[in-house]
């Protein structure tokens, strides 16, 4: 027999997390008949007074929204990590290790509409949501050792409030997820002397088969490795660090892309898309030289797998032996390129 990527049940490995994810495209075959999703379409109204992210309104912890015309930052109000907090006593058991955290949490509102996605945003206004980003890591990055910004989109996703916007939270320690894409791409260095992603994204640019948007500075794929259907990653074609490296003209054109991409995730079933995405840079702290080794890039995580109501659930295999995907990512690379760039809600109206 002669292996057929989309057909036969294979293994990727992927560099960044030293780890394995099964790959089964025959699985698309079989029949759904377990949960399915409510879809409302319906993105709300403009402004609601009992939003606690719209303007002029009153949050729980009692402070009041300015009117705000573009994006707006506050401290989260139910912060999950803590300026100032004790630490815990001291433990040399290696089975019972606890250790202090400090960090500090914030909400980003990108729009003050609420029935604006990044979607539907104009490039200038995603652009002045990039600048806040790095306003946001210069300020934060000088004080705390890693600096996550990331945005949940849809109550599939887990989020509560349907107003854009993102979170920002700045803590001591170095996560898992990038602890873990540190000592790779470290190790990679090491060995070839050239950052891992620079050579990936060489080498994705070769192949296309992964590509879904391009533009002089940006490249938007789906990467070898993808673990959620429809997973994406943002890379730039040149080395760059952190976000704050980035130039007005990589700006417009992460802006033009991240447009792009959310709008075809939209027009993929007619519906505005959930997912949960952030930004992995080097890490901040009081060591900003250094990480030679780290290339700045987006991750988008959504769930959606079959339709706008059936999503992929990390369950049984997934949580007990290793992570694994039906649809190829060379499948749902080509799927996402055919999709317009121009949003369904936009089209309809014309």
């Not at 709300?44 to 719209?54: I, S, V």
């Not at 930004?279 to 030679?292: I, K, L, R, V």
Request: aromatic share 12%; charged share 25%.
């Amino acid at each position: 027999m002669q292996f057929i990527a989309s057909e036969h049940p294979h293994k990727r490995y992927n560099p960044l997390k030293g780890e394995w994810v099964l790959v089964s495209p025959h699985r698309m075959k079989r029949p759904w008949d377990g949960q399915t999703e409510t879809v409302n379409n319906d993105m709300g109204p403009e402004f609601d007074p009992t939003n606690p992210l719209c303007p002029g309104v009153v949050r729980s912890s009692g402070e009041k929204n300015p009117f705000y015309t573009s994006t707006y930052v506050f401290k989260n109000d139910f912060p999950a990590l803590l300026e100032d907090t004790p630490l815990p006593p001291t433990s040399d058991d290696p089975l019972f290790r606890i250790e202090g955290v400090q960090g500090t949490c914030r909400v980003m509102c990108f729009h003050p509409k609420s029935n604006i996605t990044i979607a539907l945003m104009s490039v200038d206004e995603i652009k002045t949501v990039i600048k806040s980003w790095i306003e946001q890591l210069e300020e934060l990055g000088q004080k705390y050792t890693w600096v996550q910004i990331f945005e949940n989109k849809g109550t599939m996703m887990g989020c509560s409030n349907h107003h854009p916007h993102c979170q920002i939270w700045s803590c001591s320690f170095l996560p898992n997820e990038p602890r873990i894409k540190d000592i790779n791409q470290r190790d990679y260095y090491n060995k070839y002397g050239r950052p891992m992603l620079l050579d990936y994204v060489e080498r994705e640019l070769k192949a296309k088969v992964r590509v879904v948007v391009e533009n002089l500075s940006w490249v938007v794929l789906v990467p070898f490795w993808a673990i959620w259907p429809y997973e994406t990653m943002v890379l730039p074609k040149r080395w760059i660090k952190r976000m704050n490296d980035i130039t007005e003209e990589e700006k417009t054109d992460l802006a033009l892309v991240m447009k792009i991409i959310t709008t075809k995730y939209d027009n993929m079933f007619k519906t505005s898309f959930p997912y949960s995405m952030g930004w992995h840079g080097a890490p901040t702290g009081s060591n900003w030289d250094g990480y030679d080794h780290w290339v700045f890039h987006g991750i988008y995580l959504p769930p959606l797998l079959r339709s706008a109501t059936v999503k992929k659930f990390i369950s049984g295999f997934e949580l007990l032996a290793q992570c694994q995907r039906d649809l190829t990512p060379e499948q749902a690379a080509e799927r996402l390129r055919e999709q317009s760039e121009i949003h369904y809600l936009v089209s309809t109206k014309k």
